[in-house]
């Protein structure tokens, strides 16, 4: 069955991160994997990411009935890019305002960043309030210029954020020695501290997971969605689709494409709106003087260029994940080969680039000689879901009635999805768009998606 499948569909040999390596025993990771799938369904979901799991989970939170909510996966649950982040909840407090502001005008990029303080305070209080077991960290977070150039870059974009009336009291601002000192770095230039936390993302959308198949969802894995075509005849729902899977056919009235990078596959509509890119994460054990006492208690970015830059996520066990672009020049990584569907790669250079980025942070030049059982543990690839204007696709899909979408979000979703999920399960029960609170700038609409495709005609001529 999976050797005719689609490139463009997630691939089954993708490599296991170091998220699904130490949660092997979840016990619904193949949840009926070898069952045909229910004949129908209230409301289908296809993906089992943070943003499927979660919009299924307020579905059921608002009153729809367990029984009434089928997930279905292409392959084990939370096996997406919410299976293989970096680990970061980490809100973007100042640093992509010019950018967004450049293509959605001030307000909606000052409500893009207000949106993910949002979130990280959603995140926490989930995590609270249900006793969810994910090494959720609150801590500090920075953004470290590592060259001039990029230091310039950052002053700039948090002055633009400031004068348009952005809220920066939850920044701090260093330079010199005392941002040396503040993030650990000895080549810091300046640094940018706000708040985020550290997270096992695939622990979180597991609860989650589990708690919506408690309450009587249903979850179906290892079944790649390949077709969704109109209903001929009403079933008992009035379903208006059949979503065809190689295990059956489920006639629904609702679809929910929660699909991230191959929400294109489904919706060839959006084929040039929304690409999908791969990106290597890679998890150490630290040396002596980051381990201990000196373990690192907080999280950040190290940039040095806009392309080049580092993610350094501390975790609660004494692990360091780092993620981001290493280094454009690589001989064995070119953009190209970025451009991909194939999360079962990984580069030994990319892993290796990290590594002596983060013997770099260690202080006692004597300590970066590594024992046997430090340095890299683990390097996993993912594939993030770009889209062309930056901000996620939500809302129904127009043309398409009974068919809505949660996904694109640029290598970033951990800081978005809590709010756009929820938002988006309020739209399927009937509330209004003001109601989820959500930028407007992320509502899917014909138009956005036509908008891009005259500007890249017009690029071209
Ligand atoms: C390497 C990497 C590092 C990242 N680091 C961070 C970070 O530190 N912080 C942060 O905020 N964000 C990060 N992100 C981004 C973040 O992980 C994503 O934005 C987020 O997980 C998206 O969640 P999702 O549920 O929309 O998508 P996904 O988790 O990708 O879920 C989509 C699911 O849909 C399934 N699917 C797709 N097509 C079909 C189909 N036809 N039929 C059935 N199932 C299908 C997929 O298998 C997948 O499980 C990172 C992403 C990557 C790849």
Known sequence: MTKT????????SSTLSHWHRTTRSFPHLHANRLAPVPTSTKYLVIGSGISGALTAWKLIESGVKGEDVLIIEAREAVSGASG????????DSFRG????????GSEQAKKILENERVVLENVRQFVKEHNVDSDFNYMRTFEVALTEEFADILAKAFEEFKAAGGDTSHIKFYEG???????????????????????????????????????????WTHCPVTNIVPAEKSNEFGSRWNVQTPRGVVATETVIHCTNAHAAYLLP?????????????????????????????????????????????????????????GTRSTSDQSSDD??????????????????????????????????????????WTGIIGMTADNAPLVGPIEGLEGQWICAGF??????????????????????SWEDTGLPECFQYSTERIRRHARQSRESTL
């Open 5 to 12: 499948l689609h490139p463009s569909l997630p691939q089954p």
């Open 84 to 91: 293989r982040n970096a680990g970061h909840v980490r809100p």
């Open 97 to 104: 305002f010019p950018g967004y502001a450049a293509r959605h």
């Open 177 to 219: 020695e005392e941002a040396k000192r503040e993030t650990r770095v000895p080549t810091a230039i300046s640094a940018y501290e706000s708040p985020a936390a550290s997270n096992h993302p695939a622990k979180l959308v597991q609860w989650i997971l589990n708690d919506f198949v408690t309450k009587g969802g249903k979850l």
């Open 269 to 325: 509509e959006i084929s040039k709106f929304v690409t999908p890119r791969r990106s290597q994460v890679n998890s150490f054990v630290p040396p002596l003087s980051l381990s201990g006492e000196d373990t690192l208690k907080h999280t950040m970015a190290l940039r040095y260029k806009p392309d080049h830059f580092f993610s350094v996520n501390s975790l609660k066990n004494g692990m360091v994940v780092l993620g981001g672009t």
């Open 338 to 379: 970025l451009i991909s569907f194939d999360d079962s790669k990984y580069s030994d250079k990319l892993a290796q680039n990290s590594l002596n980025e983060l013997l770099g942070l260690c202080q006692e030049p004597d300590s970066t000689s590594l024992r046997h059982g430090e340095g890299l543990d683990h390097a």
């Open 410 to 431: 640029n290598g970033h979703g951990m800081a978005i999805v809590f709010t756009c999920a929820p938002g988006l399960a309020k739209l399927i029960s009937g509330q």
